[in-house]
């Protein structure tokens, strides 16, 4: 609807430079620039390297966003950027990039949280997220069950890893069989071919006195790395689609298992799982299985929305602007840390008195 409100949403929180505009729930640019290969030989992401990229990338994407959804930037009603939780030399300079845009053009700034926008770029893909709804957020920096009553105002955590995201543990298992970075894709890839009950790893917390909906995967990181390692040392050939396979078995049955439960115990009926780590193929389906078995709707962006995106932060700066909700000042600042509660970095009066003043 051409009334809905019309933002563009940066994102810089980690490795991907992405620049969205939507209007309303619909998606109308998504401009990413990656730097993922300049990490590549070191295994993960440099956060130095990372700023430097997205310094770079940051002015062409947006103007590649504004191009492909064929508007200028007075047309904006607003400015969403990534507030936290990331690295922060990164997210400064998407802070600063949104700061100097929105002044400029005079349109309100709304620092957002990252995944909170995580959880509301499914609105892009199906419609307004029903409330309450369930989020199991899965990527290569957090792994947190999330209850949200209100995409813009209210997100509340039930749990999450006590060690490694799960996509860390993705990557670390893809280093260990030499497969490269990141190891989210490829794992998956080889796992199609490989027999997900060949090799019985461990699933984290899933003893009967273990935290219901925290998650663990240094153990099972551990024990593939052991077994791996066992074959090598007898000199017998691992078989590699069978570790993927298994691996990744254990971390899909126990997300979708606490996600499912967490579902149930607090009576909601809708769960989302978002993230980079949502893009893997075992998780959806099994998601799906365990959902359709327990009443549950399951809502999953498709891959290319679950990994970080701009879109994610227009969609959820939409949201804000729809909802009326306050912006943020401008001395909004990056915060590596936000927590999860704070969907959006709120608006100081004094600021905000400030920059009237300066007008
Ligand atoms: O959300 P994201 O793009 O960035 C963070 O905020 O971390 O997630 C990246 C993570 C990486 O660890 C990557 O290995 C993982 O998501 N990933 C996957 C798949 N695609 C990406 N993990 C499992 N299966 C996939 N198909
Ligand atoms: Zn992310």
């Not at 199906?126 to 409330?131: A, S, T």
């Not at 009967?208 to 024990?223: I, M, Q, R, V």
């Not at 390692?229 to 017998?236: D, F, N, S």
Request: aromatic content about 4%; some cysteine.
């Amino acid at each position: 609807m051409a009334d809905e409100p019309l933002v563009l949403g940066i994102e810089t929180s980690c490795d991907e430079t992405g620049v969205g505009i939507v209007r309303g729930t619909t998606l109308l640019a998504d401009a990413v620039a990656s730097s993922v290969n300049d990490h590549a030989r070191f295994g993960g992401v440099v956060p130095e390297i990372a700023s430097r990229a997205h310094l770079e990338a940051m002015v062409p994407t947006i103007q590649r966003a504004l191009d492909t959804a064929g508007i200028k930037g007075s047309d904006l009603d607003g400015i969403a950027v990534t507030a936290g939780p990331g690295l922060a030399g990164a997210l400064l300079v998407g802070v600063s990039a949104a700061k100097a845009y929105a002044w400029a053009l005079d349109k309100p700034l709304y620092g957002v949280n990252h995944l909170a926008s995580h959880i509301c770029v499914d609105q892009l893909e199906h419609g307004r997220l029903p409330q309450p709804t369930m989020a199991l957020l899965v990527s290569g920096g957090h792994s947190s069950l999330l209850l949200s009553a209100d995409i813009t105002t209210d997100v509340r955590p039930l749990g999450s890893t006590i060690d490694d995201a799960a996509g860390e543990a993705f990557d670390k298992i893809a280093r260990v069989l030499g497969l490269g970075f990141p190891g989210g894709p490829v794992v998956d890839r080889m796992a199609r071919d490989g027999d997900p009950k060949a090799i019985r790893f461990p699933r984290g917390l899933s003893g009967p006195k273990d935290p219901e909906y925290d998650f663990s995967f240094s153990g099972l990181k551990t024990a593939v790395a052991r077994w791996v390692e066992a074959k090598r040392r007898a000199g017998e050939t691992v078989p590699i689609a069978d570790v993927a396979a298994s691996f990744q078995e254990a971390v899909t049955d126990v997300l979708t298992r606490k996600a499912v439960k967490a579902c149930k115990d607090s009576g909601v009926d809708h769960l989302m799982i978002g993230g980079g780590v949502a893009a893997n193929s075992r998780l959806r389906e099994m998601a799906q299985q365990r959902c359709d078995k327990a009443g549950i709707v399951l809502r999953v962006p498709r891959p290319g929305l679950c990994t970080d995106n701009g879109a994610m932060v227009a969609a959820l700066g939409s949201e804000m602007v729809w909802r009326d909700r306050a912006p943020s000042s401008f001395d909004l600042s990056a915060d590596s840390s936000l927590p999860v509660t704070e969907v959006s970095v709120p608006h100081t009066d004094l600021h905000a008195a400030a920059h009237e003043a300066l007008r």
